[in-house]
């Protein structure tokens, strides 16, 4: 399961080099940001990244297809093309982002701009970019239906001569836009790396590529909280992901969301039995087993339905908390249900059956998935061990509907080590109960820097291995949740694109992503950036294991003690940032703008070094000496958006520090 990659053509008079685009704030380009001059000699164009080249056999989403030259025939040559950008007449949102992107950044590369047309202003003799359902993708007699393709899949196909690149039709799909971004990878080598980094080829001719491709990620739908990420749209499409939270449509409700349904400020005084063990000012929960309250509850929900229009997910969860209602009816069904986990998940089997046969009466064409945690009280599985090893569900009632999803949340998962570890043994068990029981299943995954922004974390022992664990196990949504009111040290941008592609991909190498990224995202800067890196792992690995240390999402276990952060160590690292710093320093003079984001992109990695230095080591410098750090880093933290220091830190945090 491989797309071909071309190696290495031999084009006559095809001017070609690889640019690296360094974006303003408004996402433009910098044309002189990197690269040599053009130049006026035949050259090879190397084809020589292809993100689909997998080396593991794929057990889950399809990855598979062909791309190949076709010799004497362009796109775009000498100034010009033939060829449109082709959208239906009632494209989707998605659709219309993908013709925008697809001009903008073949512009970019060709310096042509394809114009944009709706498919009645095509005549036969036109070639066509055909981008989501056309009349002219339909003659084509290809069928993209949602059920197989579902938010993320897409073909990239060519015929006549034409393009055609379509995910499902439904508004809530966003494979065309996807799909447009996999043709400029595999014509152009275009890959995005951050915000304001990303490449494409700079051509003067574009040849034409022979088609065939199929993508559908088995993770439908990915979420990141990373603050970037979530507050530039641009970036988040490029990196093919969903906004979970800021301006969200896709969820009519999310998160901790019983009592948003039934509010206890708004219920609660005249029905104080609708919520825990019926005692007055108790909030914490639901009471699931009242009929009265259910019968609100199913009401309040097809409200919040027809409120929003556009949500395909409905969380119908419990509160952030450990507490349940244990009243003599509730403790029944508990015992009834097997468990907490159980009791939850048959109220919400009730609730998604009534609901989804009034959404199939009145609103045949919504598709709505219901989903619950599997979080704190609820984390437990109702399965029975059978003699042979697998499981079976307590009783019909917790096995969850087609239209209901579990969100599992391991937030106490060490992710120092593998799922399969043996200090996640309990919860690697967990998943596989679940599983057993489920056919979809959402992950709610913690990583750095959920809780501190400048504790290093090694989650990239765990990360890869950990994605495609849950990959196979059916997950179809995921959501990584870190700081996400700030930015953070250690590698901040890496980790937003690690995640990013290994949810996408599950089967893609982690280390030559982390190659390919440094190479592209720090330049000349690239070997003393990663060495930080690999020092780090290999330190707090070593540490892991002679302290035999647990470390999950919220962990502290790293801070406040020099000797996780010892002088040599911190000496070895300021090291890399000043030849880092040096292997950059041409572009002050060659391209300032360049250099100012180069220079950002390895500060932030020297604040967290910066940071432990003012923490254990301000005795090694002369009050000026310690002033002029202090001062820089106050400085520099504002300049890079690191506006707390965790989750719970006032804006001035770094006070602290200040003799």
């Known amino acids: 399961m491989k797309i071909k990659n071309i190696i290495s053509v031999i084009l006559t008079g095809i001017m070609a080099l690889s640019f690296v685009g360094c974006v303003n704030e408004n996402n433009t380009a910098n044309q002189n940001s990197g690269g040599a001059s053009i130049p006026d000699v035949e ?43 082709v959208i239906p007449t009632n494209a989707t949102s998605n659709e219309n982002l993908a013709a ?48 197989e393709y579902r938010r993320s899949g897409y073909r990239v196909f060519t015929k006549n001569d034409n393009v055609f690149i379509s995910g499902a039709k439904e508004s809530q799909a966003y494979g065309t836009l996807y799909g447009a971004y996999e043709f400029l990878s595999q014509t152009l080598n275009y890959e995005c790396y951050s915000q304001y980094c990303y490449v ?33 749209p641009v970036y988040q499409n490029r990196m093919m992901l969903v906004n979970r939270y800021e301006n969200q449509t896709d969820w009519v409700l999310d998160g901790h969301s019983n009592l948003k349904i039934l509010p206890y400020e708004t219920y609660g005084a005249e029905h104080p039995d609708w919520y825990m063990n019926a005692q007055a000012g108790n909030k914490n929960q639901l009471c699931l087993t009242n009929q009265e309250m259910y019968v609100e509850y199913v009401k309040r929900v097809k409200e919040l339905i027809e409120d929003n229009p556009k949500g395909v997910y409905f969380m119908l969860a419990n509160m952030d908390n450990s507490d349940y209602c244990t009243c003599s009816d509730c403790f029944a069904e508990i015992e009834r249900c097997m468990n907490v986990g159980g009791y939850n998940m048959a109220f919400v089997n009730k609730v998604a059956d009534e609901v989804g046969a009034w959404l199939k009466e009145n609103y045949p064409d919504r598709i709505i998935t219901f989903v619950t945690y599997a979080y704190l009280a609820t984390y437990a599985a109702p399965v029975v061990e059978n003699e042979d090893g697998t499981y079976s569900a307590y009783c019909e009632d917790v096995i969850p509907r087609d239209n209901v999803a579990v969100m599992i949340a391991p937030i106490h998962l060490d992710y120092a080590a593998p799922i399969t570890a043996d ?24 990583g750095y820097p959920y809780w501190d922004g400048f504790t290093f974390m090694n989650d990239f022992a765990s990360m890869a291995e950990n994605i495609r664990y849950f990959a196979e196990k059916g997950c179809i949504f995921y959501y990584n949740n870190t700081l996400s009111s700030t930015a953070s040290t250690w590698y901040y941008d890496l980790r937003t694109y690690l995640r990013a592609k290994l949810t996408f991909c599950p ?24 060495e930080i890196l690999e020092e780090l792992r290999t330190w707090f690995t070593y540490l892991r294991e002679e302290e035999r240390a647990y470390v999950n999402c919220s962990s502290t276990y790293w801070k406040g003690n020099s000797k996780y952060w010892p002088r040599a160590l911190q000496a070895s690292l300021y090291d890399c940032i000043d030849r880092a710093y040096a292997a950059v320093e041409k572009y002050k003079t060659e391209d300032k703008a360049l250099y100012d984001y180069l220079y950002k992109r390895i500060r932030i990695i020297e604040l967290g070094i910066d940071y432990h230095e003012m923490e254990f080591y301000s005795a090694y410098y002369s009050d000026e000496g310690y002033d002029k750090l202090y001062n820089a880093f106050v400085e520099d933290v504002a300049l890079c958006q690191i506006l707390k220091e965790n989750e719970n830190a006032q804006s001035t945090w770094y006070l602290k520090f200040k003799k």
Do not use: H
């Not at 050259?43 to 056999?57: A, F, R």
């Not at 697809?102 to 070639?127: H, Y």
């Open 423 to 446: 200090s996640n043994l309990v919860y690697w068990k967990d998943f596989e109960k679940w599983s057993s029981i489920i056919d979809k299943m959402f992950l709610y995954d913690y």
């Open 100 to 147: 925008n992107e697809l001009q903008a950044l073949l512009r970019e590369s060709t310096g042509i701009t394809l114009s944009i047309v709706g498919e009645d202003d095509v005549s036969s003799s036109d070639k066509i970019i055909s981008l989501g359902q056309t009349k002219q993708f339909l003659a084509t007699k290809e069928s993209i239906a949602y059920d």
């Open 507 to 530: 089967y893609l190498d982690l280390e030559e992503l982390i190659d390919d990224f440094f190479e592209n995202y720090f330049l000349e800067a690239n070997e003393p950036m990663r």
């Open 43 to 85: 050259i090879n164009i190397p084809k020589e990244k292809n993100i689909y080249n997998l080396k593991q056999e794929v057990k889950s989403g399809v990855y598979e297809g062909t791309c190949e030259l076709v010799k004497n025939k362009y796109f775009i040559a000498q100034n010009k093309t033939a060829y449109k950008i």
């Open 200 to 232: 494409i080829d700079k051509v003067t001719a574009l040849p034409f590529y022979e088609m065939n491709i199929t993508i559908i990620p088995q993770m439908e739908s990915r979420a990141l909280s990373y603050m970037w990420v979530n507050k530039d």
